[in-house]
């Protein structure tokens, strides 16, 4: 079969409610499935009684955070996957734009198992009589973020409107971590947007066709590839994951392939709700809202909410001091969010 058949059989309903093979649709081995936080990392940062907290508020330690998959998958083209990132996680940063595309690809991954994850509890819960029950929306998005976990097991060639990629992408140095804090995983399921720290590199990717790199290629206060704290890194991701949930729009695709290569190009954007007023523009994010922002920063920072927000200016605090204007791009400085 070609990739693109695998793609399309994996994200069908019936794949997913069927507990099918999360990367190609195929029955699954059985057995434990593809770990969402990969085993090694488990190792490496003494993660297995961690947990992550799901929609419907269920905790599940990463050791059982796991999605059905086949034996070929597992060991074929998602453990190239997982070992084309631990040399960058040693080195703690990111140069290429091929190492992007690794990370992204990997990025992907726990974020296509933790979307499936949360949509087969969805389909657990679901009563045969309702109906379907996952937005036909959901499904062409999990469909995008297939686009570039594939792209590992075939050449791709990516033709987008925003940038070299159809996602958005930012890295961080953290160097300077505390012992004990080797890792941090933050997600906004809603904005389909994942925020990974393994030691000393951070990073963020955002399943969107790359619309936040078309408002900011460097990301909040165009820091991308800069140095940050713990807190500082924890505080973009808050700004990322709540720029994320105000996507308003998708792409169309358009796809091809053949024996030796893929093409994924992107046509055209579409607005959910349409044009902005007064203009012939399209809406591509809700509008910025400097109070959710603070709950959003409050959760993912995991401090209180007084120590963000001043009441005063109606506007949060930042740990992120802004360089000097003349740097900035032209950027307003009401424009957090790019
Ligand atoms: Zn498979």
Redesign the pocket.
Same mark, same amino acid.
């Given at each position: 079969m070609k990739v693109l058949e695998?793609t399309d059989r994996?994200v069908l309903e019936s794949s997913i409610a069927s507990k099918?093979?999360?990367?190609?649709?195929?029955p699954?081995s059985g057995g434990s499935g593809e770990h969402v936080i990969p085993k090694w990392l488990q190792n490496e940062c003494s993660l297995f009684d961690e947990r992550l907290t799901l929609l419907n508020g269920t905790h599940i330690p990463y050791r059982s955070l796991t999605v059905p *998959? *086949?034996?070929?998958?597992?060991t074929g083209f998602l453990s190239t996957i997982e070992g084309a990132v631990q040399p960058l996680f040693r080195r703690g940063h990111v140069v290429r734009s091929e190492e992007r595309l690794a990370l992204a690809r990997w990025l992907s991954k726990i974020l296509l198992g933790i979307l499936i994850k949360e949509t087969s509890l969805l389909f657990d819960r679901s009563l045969p009589d309702r109906g379907l029950i996952v937005d036909p929306g959901l499904i062409d998005e999990l469909r995008h973020c297939h686009f570039v976990l594939q792209s590992a097991r075939k050449a791709t060639s990516f033709t987008c409107l925003h940038g070299e990629f159809p996602f958005s992408f930012y890295s961080y140095k953290v160097p300077e971590y505390r012992k004990g804090h080797e890792f941090d995983l933050s997600t906004n399921v809603a904005g389909q947007s994942v925020a990974i720290r393994v030691g000393q590199l951070g990073a963020i990717f955002i399943n969107d066709g790359g619309f936040q790199m078309h408002v900011g290629s460097k990301g909040p206060f165009e820091l991308s590839g800069a140095e940050l704290s713990e807190i500082q890194f924890r505080e973009i991701s808050a700004r990322v994951h709540y720029k994320a949930a105000l996507r308003d729009a998708t792409h169309f695709y358009l796809t091809f392939e053949n024996e030796d290569v893929i093409q994924v190009e992107q046509l055209h954007v579409k607005s959910f709700s349409g044009l902005l007023p007064g203009s012939d523009e399209l809406r591509i994010f809700r509008d910025w809202n400097e109070t959710e922002l603070s709950h959003a920063m409050s959760a993912y920072m995991r401090v209180d909410r007084s120590m963000i927000f001043d009441e005063e200016s109606q506007t949060c605090r930042t740990t992120l001091s802004l360089p000097p204007r003349s740097d900035r791009g032209g950027q307003r400085p009401d424009d957090r969010s790019s």
């Open positions: 695998l994996a099918r093979c999360f990367a190609c649709g195929g699954s *998959c *086949c034996i070929d998958c597992n």
